[in-house]
């Protein structure tokens, strides 16, 4: 019965020592799975709050980076250098990258890596395609090279278009939060890592394991099952064939996993022991009363009662109040040590936290931009003091307000719609521009970059708000100036061609015709330089506001250049309408204004062009309504003129006949021919004129009035001039070299040529190179040549005559004909110009002229020569009037060189 009882007793004891083992060990395993979960848990939103404040630490750094730093390498260069805090929490480097995958700049400065490509970078890649900020997977680094890091990018767009890529990495063997993870421990073996969902380890206590995917499908159960999704806790065997309890997290960011991995062997040690302990006891369990077993078995489930009470109460404890206050020296006081340990770190970790958040606030309180967070509700959950200062409210009235408050009404429906393709999930731009309304009532005009993120644990905005106002203005200024004549307030070129454009398009859809008026001032340069260039800008002022008030409001006056203006008629019923309307402008241009004290007056000069008669293009009207206005110029200035087809003709002959010009003196197409002057007295022979000719390939012999004018306009004149005065005293220096008496020839000067800078030597450099004697050289000049600088062309003249050479006024009577300039200017001779000569001496006046001209002529003691003489009775009053020389067709027409040699040799007859 005893060994009956005795053996119930123990058979009792068994199951119930059996029971309660079972118990302890469940409750035991059940206990450090939890609590290492919980640890798992604590340590991955750790590493996610990280990595989000990293993430947000990038976006509001790429928010103040300006295009132009984008461009320029160093001046990225020094935005990054600048941006400590980001320096302090990226310990490997910060970048820019070009959307093309080139390193702009990075900071720590490292030489010869400018321009180096990235673009094969898996992180380029992902930030590209998505257009969002990513975070990569380790990769080895070049900045530091040996060392695995991993990049957090920033995509920074600009009119939508991708401008560059703003990036920090972190040294997976540096002193971050990531690598603090590989010294966070479980016991004494037990450790906790960090994977992706490609299997590679990015944190380890292992060194030589980040980076690598040594864990293969297969060999860790759970390990596969985390990668599919799983999170929690279990037994499983590890890539290392050791059985471990293995906890897995999931990180919210990103892709990654955060898991830990306790050996059984230790994690388990303490059960045993008491295993072993148990047994033992219940070996001598027999001599022992039941109180000892129940005094055994509440000792050795209270501490794991208290642990596991413990654990489920530290979400509502903090700091030194999570820690295990119970002393033991067993396994059970081993685990309650490492537990202890566990929560210090995990405490620190969360201190670190909240110590990056105070500097993030900090940062984000005393930035140039406005910060806002807005939820769902529209509502305003953070505003730093940029953004309540744009709208000129206190960050604690922003916050009891919506956004909707803040909107300019007219941007409002914007923001409304822009919230419900958002709500749709549709792409909306992460940056624009908007308009807020001031708490003054004024508007404030905003650039806006939003970005989706996270805050207490909810889905929210974050709005970074920069106040362009500034900008406005300056963009206003530019368009001014871009577009508008900073004189006269005019449209300016560019402007005009965009109306006028315009202008044809409307005439098309309305079927009706629209011309364009292109006026030059007549005189404009006179004044200019006489009056000064101020007085000058004021009278193109004047003209700008007369020209607007002759048209309507749909009209368009513009300057395009110098005192050339340009208006714009739309919409023309009748072409009759135009006459009334140039008339207007020319009578409105025409009336006096005071400059400098000085009543002026001024005309104007239009040419008129009409689409699409006259051009079906911008640049066509422009061009034949100047050409118009040319023809209204040389049909004498104050006049309007439309376009016809004939001017385009004669311009493009014109243009043809200046291409020629240009290389006629190359090709030896000049020649020179030469017509004789004859004493009245002697009868004989005493100079020659030399006359130049073009002998064109096309047109044939063209006299000067066909290329003079246009050699004067390009400035071929001086070359021209230089040849024909070499070849007439070349030639001259022959005939005399070759026995024929010495004579005297006459070269034509045009202004152009005697007011050149070194005419003086030039005159000397013929004379000597051809060895014609100065006393045979006469140099014809203008009236109007010497009087329009008197001073400086007497200066001139004096040097040629002590030099020897003849000088003479060529076609007298036609110009000045003052009688100062004959006396004052050192004159040998004076030509009468044929003008005056053809109807003598049947027409009283002209001979009256003739013989004033001849006698004040030898009075002043000079001689006196007459053009176009053509018959004798014009010879017979010559001879009367005592006049020295004669020169025309009764003589001879101008000769080539070679009939001009013949007439040398033959002798001069008079034709009768």
Not at 371 to 383: C, F, G, R, W
Request: glycine content about 6%; some cysteine.
């Amino acid at each position: 019965m005893a060994l009956a009882v005795s053996s119930l007793f123990v058979c009792s004891l068994a199951i119930l020592a059996f029971l309660s083992l079972s118990y302890i060990e469940r409750e035991y395993k059940q206990s450090i799975s939890n609590q290492q979960y919980t640890l798992v848990s604590a340590l991955a939103e750790n590493v996610d709050d990280k990595l989000r404040i990293a993430q947000n630490s990038l976006l509001a750094a790429a928010a103040n980076i300006t295009l132009e730093e984008l461009r320029d390498s160093h001046k990225a260069q020094r935005f990054l250098d600048n941006r400590y805090s980001l320096l302090a929490l990226f310990d490997n480097a910060i970048f820019v990258f070009s959307p093309e995958g080139k390193i702009v700049a990075e900071s720590p400065y490292r030489e010869h890596r400018r321009g180096r490509d990235i673009s094969f970078r898996d992180y380029f890649k992902d930030t590209v395609a998505r257009g969002r900020p990513v975070i990569s997977s380790p990769y080895l680094s070049t900045h530091n090279p040996g060392h695995p890091c991993v990049m957090l990018t920033v995509p920074i767009y600009s009119n939508g278009k991708l401008a560059a890529i703003f990036g920090g990495s972190f040294d997976l063997l540096g002193q971050n939060f990531l690598e603090d993870l590989s010294h966070t421990r479980i016991g004494k073996t037990g450790y906790v890592y960090l994977f992706d969902n490609h299997r590679t380890i990015i944190a380890h206590p292992e060194k030589n394991r980040i980076m690598h995917r040594d864990v293969p499908v297969g060999i860790n159960r759970l390990f596969d099952k985390s990668i599919a999704g799983f999170e929690g806790s279990g037994e499983t065997r590890n890539s290392r064939r050791i059985e471990t309890l293995s906890s897995f997290k999931h990180l919210k960011t990103t892709d990654w996993i955060l898991a830990a991995s306790y050996p059984i062997v230790e994690a388990y040690a303490p059960l045993k022991t008491n295993r072993i302990y148990f047994i033992t006891v219940m070996a001598v369990g027999t001599s022992v009363t039941l109180l000892f077993v129940w005094f055994l078995m509440q000792r050795l489930t209270s501490p794991l009662s208290l642990i596991t009470r413990h654990v489920e109460a530290i979400p509502d404890k903090s700091g030194l109040h999570n820690l295990i206050n119970l002393e033991r020296k067993d396994e059970l006081g081993t685990l309650i040590n490492a537990f202890n340990s566990m929560i210090l770190s995990l405490d620190q970790h969360q201190n670190a936290l909240r110590e990056s958040e105070s500097n993030f606030r900090a940062l984000a309180d005393n930035a140039n931009d406005g910060l806002q967070i807005i939820t769902d509700s529209s509502h305003l959950a953070y505003v730093n003091k940029r953004a309540a200062e744009i709208v000129g409210y206190s960050v604690e009235e922003m916050l009891l307000t919506t956004i909707e408050t803040i909107i300019h009404p007219d941007h409002l429906q914007m923001i409304i719609e822009r919230k419900a393709k958002t709500d749709a999930g549709e792409f909306v731009p992460k940056q624009f521009e908007i308009m807020l309304a001031h708490r003054n009532g004024s508007c404030v005009p905003v650039e806006v970059t939003t970005a989706r993120t996270i805050w207490q644990g909810k889905q929210v905005e974050l709005a970074i708000v920069r106040d362009i106002t500034d900008r406005k203005k300056a963009e206003d200024e530019i368009q001014q100036l871009a577009y508008y004549d900073t004189l006269t307030g005019l449209p300016n070129r560019s402007l005009l061609q965009d109306r006028l454009g315009q202008g044809i398009v409307q005439a098309v859809r309305d079927n009706r015709k629209v011309a364009i008026m292109f006026l030059d001032l007549d005189r404009f340069k006179s004044i200019n330089d006489t009056l000064g260039h101020v007085a000058g800008d004021s009278l193109l002022a004047t003209v700008a506001e007369r020209l607007t008030e002759c048209v309507r409001e749909t009209d368009t006056v513009a300057r395009i250049g110098g005192d050339e203006f340009v208006i714009i008629i739309s919409a023309i019923e009748h072409a009759e309408d135009l006459n009334k309307i140039a008339e207007k402008i020319l009578a409105a241009i025409s009336k006096p204004l005071v400059l400098n004290d000085q009543e002026i007056f001024i005309t104007a000069s239009i040419g008129i062009a009409i689409y699409p008669e006259d051009g079906t293009d911008v640049q066509g009207l422009l061009k034949n309504a100047d050409l118009a206005m040319y023809k209204a110029k040389d049909q004498g200035k104050n006049a309007f003129q439309y376009f016809s087809r004939e001017m385009n003709v004669q311009a493009l002959e014109h243009l043809i006949l200046e291409n020629s010009l240009r290389r006629a003196l190359e090709r030896n197409e000049f020649v020179i021919f030469y017509q004789p002057q004859m004493d009245l007295k002697s009868g004989r022979l005493v100079g020659m004129e030399a006359l130049i000719r073009w002998q064109h390939p096309d047109l044939g012999l063209l006299p000067p009035s066909r290329f003079i004018p246009m050699a004067e306009e390009t400035g071929l004149i001086l070359p021209i001039g230089e040849w024909a005065l070499q070849t007439a005293c070349a030639k001259n220096r022959a005939w005399m070299d070759a026995g024929f008496m010495p004579l005297r020839v006459a070269v034509n000067l045009c202004g152009i040529q005697f007011r050149q800078k070194k005419f003086i030597e030039l005159i000397e450099a013929v004379l000597k190179k051809t060895g014609l004697a100065p006393s045979q050289l006469e140099l014809e000049l203008t009236e109007s040549m010497l009087m329009s600088k008197a001073e400086e062309s007497t200066t001139v003249l004096h040097k040629l005559k002590e030099m020897g050479v003849s000088l003479a006024i060529d076609d007298f009577g036609t110009g000045y004909s003052s009688l100062s300039y004959l006396k004052n200017f050192p004159i040998n001779r004076v030509k009468i110009d044929r003008s005056f000569i053809r109807d003598v001496p049947n027409n009283p006046d002209d001979t009256a002229i003739v013989s004033a001209i001849i006698a004040m002529a030898h009075n002043l003691n000079l001689k006196v020569t007459a053009e176009g003489v053509e018959n004798h009775s014009q010879l017979e009053f010559l001879s009367t009037r005592n006049c020295n020389e004669i020169q025309g067709y009764l003589l001879s027409s101008p000769l080539p060189e070679a009939e001009f040699t013949r007439f040398l040799r033959g002798g001069m007859m008079i034709q009768e």
